[in-house]
């Protein structure tokens, strides 16, 4: 038995003691996962206030609480979110659960202000049935839900609901599509177009044409945002896929890709941090991201941009570890510079010409990356020519 398997177990039994397990659900992710044969890697839980008649999410946590016998933290946030936290040792059917964070929210409302759109946090927040709160989330997969009180002998016995109808087959035609119109959806928070940009990469899911243009007439909208939040997107979710290349090439055809460029431009601070998140395992990334223009520092750019282009050349048909060991053959050439600025009275600014002499000559010939015995008797015949007088 799976570990959130088991968790879910435990909050159907709580919740089912408690009377309230039908009011009470499993929404998003974990549902969407269990249908495609995916792992949970967590569970969010929405309460249905309205019909428990007040009793909230900070009300069912305070409940769970008491029913976990080890330590545990509880923070309510200003939407009414009731994170609660296990802090000690707690074993569930061989699982620990130290740790485990359990996101208990209200069925709410949300109102963004007017229809341009104010950034991605809600002005208003009110309590709601639970298909309201379906309506605002981001897109029709991740509106399929659990009841808690289904859930008592595991996921795979428990009804799966799909309340706005379409879900499940959105899911199976693998479509990317929102609740509502789409304009709404990326104006209230405009990060769902990247992670329209993220589900598309991941599980392989088609943006249809009604979302497609949407997103392209949004995109400016993603200037809203806190660079931060939209910088762990992209670097954890869409750097971190399976297929990134895919990623940058689909945020480029949806316009996405020059927003972020201005602001990469306009925050230096978010080029910084993004740069950072770059190895040198991503060298063809790299190169894409500086097709672009985005103004980051990655692993390749200590290359002038004709060397960028003759590297292109050199690795477009090779995969990524073959790029990883290209790159640092050309960062650190196994060759002896000390001896050969001694040998050949290589002084001051001249020095550092040596250097890109050494990488042009790799970069006509890359096959010396198998032959470091050939490369120094190449390069001490091209330093002879260049500094002998």
């Known amino acids: 038995m799976q570990k959130i398997d088991r968790l879910l177990?435990?909050?159907?039994?709580?919740?089912?003691?408690?009377?309230?397990?039908?009011?009470?659900?499993?929404?998003?992710?974990?549902?969407?996962?269990?249908?495609?044969?995916?792992?949970?890697?967590?569970?969010?839980?929405?309460?249905?206030?309205?019909?428990?008649?007040?009793?909230?999410?900070?009300?069912?946590?305070?409940?769970?609480?008491?029913?976990?016998?080890?330590?545990?933290?509880?923070?309510?946030?200003?939407?009414?979110?009731?994170?609660?936290?296990?802090?000690?040792?707690?074993?569930?059917?061989?699982?620990?659960?130290?740790?485990?964070?359990?996101?208990?929210?209200?069925?709410?409302?949300?109102?963004?202000?007017?229809?341009?759109?104010?950034?991605?946090?809600?002005?208003?927040?009110?309590?709601?049935?639970?298909?309201?709160?379906?309506?605002?989330?981001?897109?029709?997969?991740?509106?399929?839900?659990?009841?808690?009180?289904?859930?008592?002998?595991?996921?795979?016995?428990?009804?799966?609901?799909?309340?706005?109808?379409?879900?499940?087959?959105?899911?199976?035609?693998?479509?990317?599509?929102?609740?509502?119109?789409?304009?709404?959806?990326?104006?209230?928070?405009?990060?769902?177009?990247?992670?329209?940009?993220?589900?598309?990469v991941r599980y392989g899911f088609s943006i249809p044409t009604q979302t497609f243009v949407s997103i392209q007439e949004n995109a400016h909208r993603l200037t809203q945002m806190p660079w931060d939040a939209v910088r762990k997107i992209v670097s954890d979710d869409l750097f971190e896929s399976s297929d990134p290349r895919e990623a940058v090439r689909l945020l480029n055809r949806l316009g996405l890709a020059e927003v972020l460029k201005e602001m990469l431009t306009a925050e230096p601070g978010f080029a910084t941090a993004l740069g950072r998140s770059l190895t040198d395992q991503d060298v063809h990334l790299s190169l894409d991201l500086l097709e672009l223009g985005w103004p980051i520092r990655t692993p390749v750019s200590f290359l002038p941009p004709a060397e960028l282009i003759r590297l292109r050349e050199v690795i477009e048909s090779h995969d990524s570890q073959f790029g990883k060991r290209f790159l640092e053959f050309l960062r650190k050439p196994p060759i002896d510079q000390i001896r050969l600025f001694t040998q050949y009275r290589i002084e001051g600014q001249e020095r550092g010409k040596l250097l890109p002499v050494v990488r042009s000559i790799i970069l006509r010939d890359p096959e010396l990356i198998d032959n470091p015995g050939e490369l120094v008797s190449r390069v001490e015949n091209q330093v002879a020519k260049l500094w002998t007088s």
């Open 9 to 200: 177990r435990f909050l159907a039994q709580v919740s089912t003691s408690l009377e309230v397990g039908d009011q009470i659900y499993c929404v998003g992710g974990a549902v969407r996962n269990h249908l495609m044969g995916v792992a949970p890697k967590d569970v969010d839980i929405v309460v249905d206030s309205i019909a428990l008649k007040g009793k909230d999410s900070e009300w069912f946590a305070r409940q769970l609480q008491a029913k976990i016998p080890t330590r545990t933290s509880l923070v309510t946030n200003q939407y009414g979110v009731a994170i609660l936290t296990v802090s000690g040792p707690w074993v569930l059917d061989g699982h620990s659960m130290e740790g485990e964070v359990l996101e208990i929210a209200n069925a709410r409302r949300e109102s963004y202000g007017d229809p341009s759109g104010k950034g991605y946090k809600p002005h208003l927040v009110e309590p709601a049935t639970i298909l309201d709160d379906l309506l605002r989330r981001d897109f029709t997969f991740n509106t399929l839900l659990w009841r808690l009180s289904s859930l008592k002998d595991g996921p795979s016995k428990a009804e799966v609901l799909d309340l706005l109808e379409c879900g499940r087959q959105h899911l199976q035609d693998r479509l990317v599509v929102t609740p509502v119109s789409p304009d709404q959806t990326f104006s209230d928070d405009p990060t769902r177009m990247l992670r329209a940009v993220k589900f598309a």
